[in-house]
Antibody, heavy 122, light 109 residues
Framework: QVQLVESGGGVVQPGRSLRLSCAASGFTFSNYGMHWVRQAPGKGLEWVAVTSYDGSNKYYGESVKGRFTISRDNSKNTLFLQMNSLRAEDTAVYYCAKGFGGSSGWVAIDHWGQGILVTVSS | QSALTQPASVSGSPGQSITISCTGTNSDVGAYNYVSWYQQHPGKAPNLIIY???NRPSGVSNRFSGSRSGNTASLTISRLQAEDEADYYCSSYTTTRLVFGGGTKLTVL
């Protein structure tokens, strides 16, 4: 079965950096687009970024563009999110998520990790 | 980035049907057949229930259905059950990114 396990979260000061990782298993990782989606405490879902199956295309939400970088290592079935210049408003649970594939490509998300909390605070 | 507009809350009694709307623009909901719906129970990750406007993934109950008219997509849940009480989110593709709705809390009375 599909498993997505995030790691690397925690408490970080404003302006600092953090790198999230997501270990994927149970499917052919290199065939699917992969996302990061976040959810601030008590708030709704916010799309963060997506990478195509081969890493050649990457797209970002407006609030993180220029500060966050999504990447993947298909040889290790791992997705990353490098987060720089962190702000208090980046505090959220970050979900690693798998694109549905098929005719939908990456535009629907069919599996989600359990999420990992990132807290930006001094 | 502007979120899609959903009602903050809806409610219904067991056995009834409810509809949740998701209003976007002719750049997102009205432009592409890429509207999805997600169900999220408290403390859990979201679960895909509708993709490509009206398709159900394998294993999702046929009590869930999706549709679209112009720039507004809709999720209908028929024969409401207690387990349907959750938050529901729509999303749409729009030129190289996804956008989510603000979410709707469904209460089963």
């Amino acid at each position: 079965q599909v498993q997505l396990v995030e790691s690397g979260g925690g408490v970080v000061q404003p302006g600092r950096s953090l790198r999230l990782s997501c270990a994927a298993s149970g499917f052919t990782f290199s065939n699917y687009g992969m996302h990061w989606v976040r959810q601030a405490p008590g708030k709704g879902l916010e799309w963060v970024a997506v990478t195509s199956y081969d890493g050649s295309n990457k797209y970002y939400g407006e609030s993180v563009k220029g500060r966050f970088t999504i990447s993947r290592d298909n040889s290790k079935n791992t997705l990353f999110l490098q987060m720089n210049s962190l702000r208090a408003e980046d505090t959220a649970v970050y979900y690693c998520a798998k694109g549905f594939g098929g005719s939908s490509g990456w535009v629907a998300i069919d599996h989600w990790g359990q999420g990992i909390l990132v807290t930006v605070s001094s | 980035q502007s979120a899609l507009t959903q009602p903050a809350s809806v409610s219904g009694s067991p056995g009834q049907s409810i509809t949740i709307s998701c209003t976007g623009t002719n750049s997102d909901v009205g432009a592409y057949n890429y509207v999805s719906w997600y169900q999220q129970h408290p403390g859990k990750a979201p679960n895909l229930i509708i993709y490509d406007v009206s398709n159900r993934p394998s294993g999702v109950s046929n009590r869930f259905s999706g549709s679209r008219s112009g720039n507004t997509a809709s999720l209908t849940i028929s024969r409401l059950q207690a387990e349907d009480e959750a938050d529901y989110y729509c999303s749409s593709y729009t030129t190289t990114r996804l956008v989510f709705g603000g979410g709707t809390k469904l209460t089963v009375l």
